[in-house]
């Protein structure tokens, strides 16, 4: 089974800190998501990757960075956290584009606190 | 007019009755579709995939698109209360170099 870890389930945060979120996948996934889900807004997509060191930018990345050093792990980083950020954050890998049925395999989720 | 558009709900029914969920589109370039279930405080999950026009069945749920008419639906029969959930729908013009465009997601409230 495709196993999605998001290291922290549950964060708080004060304002103006620095996050970093985790998520490692043991599959050998090339591509990895980073979404942001919050009631009424549905899924959001933040970032994405399609292999090691590779970025893209989903529909909405300000206020965000990532990091993709290795290929089973991939890192979201809120540079100065603001209550806005309050959110539910889900991690996902996918295969790789183009083969098979593009399904998404999701992490838990770590919902993250700003005060 | 937004890609993808899901009736939130809730949606209440007994246990054993039929549900539909269903989703509209507006990019007619669609041709993978999908819906996820997500039970609470845990990560979606693939429940059905759907290429193109078509029905597709796995046990008690159905997944159907009408390309025509832009519009997908998913139905659950002799719906179980371990039913109660999101239902997300998802759907992508194509499965390479594309990222899916989901629903906002109908939750599903299954009474004993």
């Known amino acids: 089974d495709v196993k999605v870890t998001q290291s922290s389930r549950y964060l708080v945060k004060r304002t103006g800190e620095k996050v970093f979120l985790e998520c490692v996948q043991d599959?050998?996934?090339?591509?990895m998501f980073w979404y942001r889900q919050d009631p009424g807004l549905g899924l959001r997509l933040i970032y994405f990757s399609y292999d090691v060191k590779m970025k893209e930018k989903g529909d909405i990345p300000e206020g965000y960075s990532v990091s993709r050093e290795k290929k089973e792990r991939f890192s979201l980083i809120l540079e100065s956290a603001s209550t806005n950020q309050t959110s539910m954050y889900l991690c996902a890998s996918r295969l790789s584009d183009g083969v098979g049925t593009g399904e998404l395999f999701f992490g838990e989720g770590s919902r993250l606190t700003v005060l | 007019q937004k890609e993808v558009e899901q009736d939130p709900g809730p949606l209440s029914v007994p246990e054993g009755a039929i549900v539909s969920l269903n989703c509209t589109y507006s990019?007619?370039?669609?041709?993978?579709f999908m819906w996820y279930r997500q039970y609470s405080r845990k990560g979606p999950e693939l429940l059905m995939y759907t290429y193109s026009s078509g029905n597709k069945e796995d046990g008690r749920f159905t997944a159907q698109v009408d390309k025509s008419s832009k519009y997908i639906s998913l139905f659950i029969r002799d719906s179980q209360p371990s039913d109660s959930a999101t239902y997300l729908c998802?759907?992508?013009?194509?499965?390479?170099?594309?990222?899916?465009?989901f629903g906002k997601g109908t939750m599903l409230l299954v009474s004993p």
């Open positions: 599959m050998d996934h090339e591509n």
């Open positions: 998802a759907m992508t013009p194509s499965s390479g170099y594309s990222t899916l465009t």
């Open positions: 990019n007619s370039a669609f041709q993978y």
